[in-house]
């Protein structure tokens, strides 16, 4: 594996404000990341008021327990993505397994049904996660092609590059997000702290 880069200077001062209970320090971090983790929470689950419920348990598990955080391991947002995605996941089984005993589906049918759908959920959780934390322009270049529908051509034109920039930036965005299927890769949530 790769060394990694050194996490920035906010991610280790916060880990330290953190760790001596500064509870400033954790509402700076809810501003910074509340959104992050609702959203990937709310991709996984579906619903809600469980996206609340795990956004809370995410800042518990962060206020409580700062030192699970490895600075040599990636930035901070990336280990805050991988514990709401490790929290949400376990909801989601909970839930789900829940449903199938009430139910009384208990059948290999049923288990394999929900592994399908965490794998769907995560997958896509993922994807989410890795295209809010690229760089701008290249999330910028993926939202006017795949949401406006705009070629390569109108692309360049619409962000004012040029058509060669506008191909690469659209290139480098899809093969971020082909590492939404593969737990193991750079930047990928459930790739810090294990998978789920």
């Given at each position: 594996?790769?060394?990694?880069?050194?996490?920035?200077?906010?991610?280790?001062?916060?880990?330290q404000r953190?760790?001596?209970?500064?509870?400033?320090?954790?509402?700076?971090?809810?501003?910074?990341?509340?959104?992050?983790?609702?959203?990937?929470?709310?991709?996984?689950?579906?619903?809600?008021?469980?996206?609340?419920?795990?956004?809370?348990?995410?800042?518990?598990?962060?206020?409580?327990?700062?030192?699970?955080?490895?600075?040599?391991?990636?930035?901070?947002?990336?280990?805050?993505?991988?514990?709401?995605?490790?929290?949400?996941?376990?909801?989601?089984?909970?839930?789900?397994?829940?449903?199938?005993?009430?139910?009384?589906?208990?059948?290999?049918?049923?288990?394999?049904?929900?592994?399908?759908?965490?794998?769907?959920?995560?997958?896509?959780?993922?994807?989410?996660?890795?295209?809010?934390?690229?760089?701008?322009?290249?999330?910028?270049?993926?939202?006017?092609a795949y949401?406006?529908?705009?070629?390569?051509?109108?692309?360049?034109?619409?962000?004012?590059?040029?058509?060669?920039?506008?191909?690469?930036?659209?290139?480098?965005?899809?093969?971020?997000?082909?590492?939404?299927?593969?737990?193991?890769?750079?930047?990928?949530?459930?790739?810090?702290?294990?998978?789920?």
């Amino acid at each position: 594996m790769a060394k990694r880069d050194a996490p920035p200077r906010w991610d280790r001062k916060m880990q330290q404000r953190l760790a001596r209970g500064e509870a400033a320090a954790l509402g700076e971090l809810y501003d910074r990341f509340a959104s992050l983790v609702h959203g990937l929470a709310h991709r996984v689950l579906g619903n809600e008021q469980a996206a609340d419920v795990v956004t809370r348990e995410v800042f518990a598990h962060v206020w409580e327990h700062p030192d699970d955080y490895e600075p040599g391991q990636g930035p901070l947002r990336t280990w805050v993505a991988a514990v709401t995605h490790r929290l949400a996941v376990q909801r989601l089984r909970a839930t789900e397994t829940a449903a199938l005993a009430e139910t009384g589906h208990g059948c290999a049918e049923a288990t394999e049904e929900l592994e399908r759908r965490v794998r769907h959920a995560s997958v896509a959780a993922r994807a989410d996660y890795i295209v809010q934390a690229m760089p701008a322009p290249l999330r910028a270049a993926l939202e006017l092609a795949y949401f406006q529908r705009r070629d390569y051509r109108q692309t360049a034109a619409d962000l004012g590059v040029t058509e060669d920039e506008a191909r690469r930036r659209l290139r480098l965005g899809l093969q971020l997000l082909s590492t939404a299927h593969d737990t193991a890769a750079p930047g990928a949530p459930p790739g810090y702290g294990g998978a789920a």
